[in-house]
C-alpha cells in the first residue's frame, strides 16, 4: 500500500530514524535499534550538546524528565504504564518510542470492555485446527506474543477498561516472560527474547473502573503525564500537530497567531470555571485538553476549506469549539452559554479584532442548539 490515511512514526519519520540509526555510537541494549540517548533526542528534538550535524525536530512536548524515565524503564525488566488526562499525549509517546527502539509501533492491544485473553495471548485458526489439528502453525499470536517473540516492543492502549482477569493475563507476561500453550504437548512455551518489553496507557479518569491489582501494579513502572497548562509549550503542540493536518491534506493555510492565542486563552479560561465550579452541573463534561484544542482548529480549518473562504476564521473556529465541547444538552449548552456571556463577551469589548468574531460565531452556533 503507497498511500496511507495516516503513517505510523516509523514510515512518518524512517528517514530521520534511518539518519540516526547511522550516527548513533552509544551503547544499544537488547535488540534496540537506537541506543538511549538517541531515543530521546528522536522524541524531544536535538540540543546543541547533542553534537549532531542536522537538526532533530520535537515530536512530544512535556518534561525531558518523564521521556528519560520511561526511556529507562524500557530497558529494565518493568513494564511501563503511562498515566494521565485525556488527551495529553500519552499514546503519541507510546508511538514514539516503540517506533524508535523497535522500529515497530504497530502490534497494538487496544483495551475495551470487550478485550479478552485471546487478544493478549493467543487465538487459534479454526479452519487449520479442523484441517490439520492444533499446531505451532495454527495458532494466532497476538501483538504481545508477537513482541515476545521478536523482542521488541508491545502497546497495550487503556488497560484499565479491561476487566481484571483480562488484566491479570499480563502478571506471567511481565514477570516470568514466557507464555505457555497447554492445548499443545510439544513446543508449547513462547519465550521472550531480549528487547521485549510493554508500554500500557491507561487514563486517569478511569480509575475506579477496573483497578489495577497490586500484583501487576509492581510489574510496571508509572509514568504520570500530566495535563499542559504551560502557555508556550501549549502553543507549540498545537501548531505541531495543526502543521501535520494542514501537510497531510495539502493545505496552503496560515494559523494567525492572533486567533491562536484567542484559542488558547478561551481553554484557559475555560479550565478556570471549570476549576472554580461547585457541581459537575456548573462544568463542561469535556477534559478541556490540548488534543481538544487540536480537534477544534481542525475542524474549522476543514470548514474553511470546503465551505467557507479557504482561510481560518474566528467565526469557523467559534462554531468548532462549541460543537466539540457542547456534549450534554441542556447542561453543557448552559454552562457554554453563561461563560460566553460572563468571559467572551468581556474580551471581545477589552480586545476586539478577532474577539468580536469569535464572540458571535459562538454565540451564532449555540443557537443551533436550541
Not at 528487547?195 to 491507561?202: D, W
Not at 441542556?330 to 474577539?355: C, I, Q, S, Y
Request: charged share 25%.
Amino acid at each position: 500500500m503507497t498511500e496511507r490515511l495516516r503513517a505510523p512514526a516509523e514510515v512518518k519519520y524512517a528517514e530521520e530514524l534511518e539518519w540516526l540509526a547511522a550516527h548513533d555510537t552509544g551503547r544499544r541494549p537488547f535488540s534496540w535499534r537506537l541506543s538511549p540517548r538517541m531515543v530521546r533526542v528522536f522524541v524531544l528534538g536535538s540540543r546543541p550538546q547533542d553534537g549532531l550535524d542536522r537538526e532533530i525536530p520535537q515530536k512530544w512536548y512535556g518534561h525531558p524528565a518523564l521521556v528519560e524515565k520511561a526511556i529507562v524503564t524500557l530497558a529494565s525488566d518493568r513494564g511501563l504504564l503511562l498515566i494521565g488526562d485525556p488527551g495529553t499525549g500519552k499514546s503519541w509517546l507510546a508511538e514514539l518510542l516503540a517506533a524508535a527502539i523497535s522500529g515497530d509501533s504497530t502490534r497494538v492491544v487496544q483495551g475495551t470492555a470487550g478485550t479478552a485473553e485471546d487478544h493478549i495471548k493467543y487465538a487459534w485458526n479454526v479452519a487449520e485446527v479442523i484441517g490439520k489439528g492444533q499446531s505451532r502453525e495454527s495458532l494466532i499470536p497476538s501483538p504481545i506474543m508477537s513482541s515476545m517473540q521478536d523482542g521488541v516492543i508491545g502497546r497495550f492502549e487503556e488497560l484499565t477498561r479491561c476487566t481484571s482477569d483480562v488484566q491479570d493475563a499480563l502478571i506471567s507476561i511481565l514477570s516470568e516472560k514466557y507464555v505457555t500453550i497447554p492445548e499443545l504437548d510439544d513446543d508449547n512455551v513462547v519465550f521472550a527474547k531480549p528487547g521485549f518489553n510493554i508500554i500500557a496507557t491507561a487514563n486517569s479518569r478511569d480509575r475506579g473502573v477496573n483497578d489495577l491489582s497490586s500484583a501487576l501494579k509492581r510489574r510496571f513502572n508509572f509514568v504520570q503525564i500530566p495535563v499542559v497548562t504551560n502557555r508556550r509549550s501549549e502553543k507549540q503542540i498545537v501548531e505541531f500537530r495543526v502543521k501535520d493536518l494542514l501537510a497531510r491534506n495539502a493545505f496552503d493555510v496560515e494559523m494567525p497567531t492572533a486567533l491562536l492565542d484567542v484559542l488558547l486563552q478561551t481553554f484557559a479560561d475555560l479550565r478556570v470555571a471549570a476549576q472554580n465550579a461547585s457541581s459537575d452541573d456548573e462544568r463542561l463534561e469535556s477534559a478541556l485538553s490540548t488534543a481538544e484544542q487540536i480537534g477544534v482548529v481542525e475542524d474549522a480549518v476543514l470548514h474553511g476549506q470546503f465551505f467557507g473562504d479557504l482561510a481560518l476564521e474566528p467565526r469557523a473556529l467559534a462554531t468548532s469549539l462549541v460543537g466539540t465541547l457542547v456534549r450534554r444538552i441542556p447542561e453543557d449548552l448552559t454552562v457554554m452559554n453563561r461563560f460566553w456571556h460572563a468571559v467572551v463577551e468581556k474580551r471581545a469589548k477589552e480586545h476586539g479584532g478577532p474577539w468580536e468574531d469569535f464572540l458571535q460565531g459562538g454565540k451564532d452556533a449555540m443557537e443551533l442548539h436550541r
